[in-house]
Structures are given as C-alpha cells and as structure tokens.
C-alpha cells in the first residue's frame, strides 16, 4: 500500500496526539510536566489539523476538514487563554480540541474507502 507523505505525516502526530492529550487531562494540572506535555500536544495538534488539508488527493476539501479548523482555532485560543491566565476558557478549549479530535478520529474510521477504515477493517 502506497500511503502519500501528507497522509503519514498526519498519522504520525495524531496518535501520539491523542495519547499525550489523555495524558495531559488525567495528569495534575499547572505542573512543569503538564505545560511541556501540553505544548507538545499543541505542535501535534496543529501539525494533525493542517497535514489534513493536503490529503485529499483531489485537492477538494470535505466536511472533515471543519474538524481541523475547528482544531486549529481551539488550540489557538486555548494557547492564548491560559497566556492571559484565563484558566476556564483555557481548558474549554483544549478539551474540546481533544474531544473533537477523537470523535473525528473515530468518524474517519467508520467511513469505507477511507484509509484509516481500510486499515482497521
């Protein structure tokens, strides 16, 4: 199976995404750990939402890719809110990051056709 560098580069940060981001919501918060996790986690995250615009080989964007903005501006915000000490809207955001991209992960493998359900199925 021939899998396209972007489509692997995706898969690459996504998995460990997902496990530092359980990680991270589990572990006690505010600690030196928790924050280099959560940057960590922040760089994957962005990295799994962008990589996605460039898998599609038809260069068409679909109703997954509102997954990845949505991503992409909760990071963001989140980042930014705990800059400015806004802890709720800080954690808001970044578990609703994680909740959304484990809910897409989940949609992307239900889907027949796609590469993630071809390999799980």
Avoid at 99 to 109: D, E, F, K, P
Wanted: with cysteine; aromatic share 10%; net charge positive.
């Amino acid at each position: 199976m021939d899998i396209a560098l972007p489509t692997l580069i995706h898969l690459f940060v996504v998995i460990p995404a997902i496990v530092l981001g359980l990680l991270n919501l589990a572990m006690e918060k505010g600690t030196r750990i928790h924050k280099f996790i959560g940057r960590l986690w922040a760089v994957l995250m962005l990295i799994t939402a962008f990589s996605s615009f460039f898998i599609q080989p038809t260069g068409s964007l679909t109703w997954l890719h509102l997954f990845a903005i949505l991503i992409i501006v909760s990071v963001v915000a989140g980042t930014y809110a705990i800059y400015k000490g806004n802890r709720r809207v800080h954690i808001d955001c970044m578990c609703g990051a994680y909740i959304g991209t484990v809910i897409s992960a989940v949609v992307a493998a239900s889907i027949p056709g796609r590469l993630f359900h071809t390999m799980l199925f």
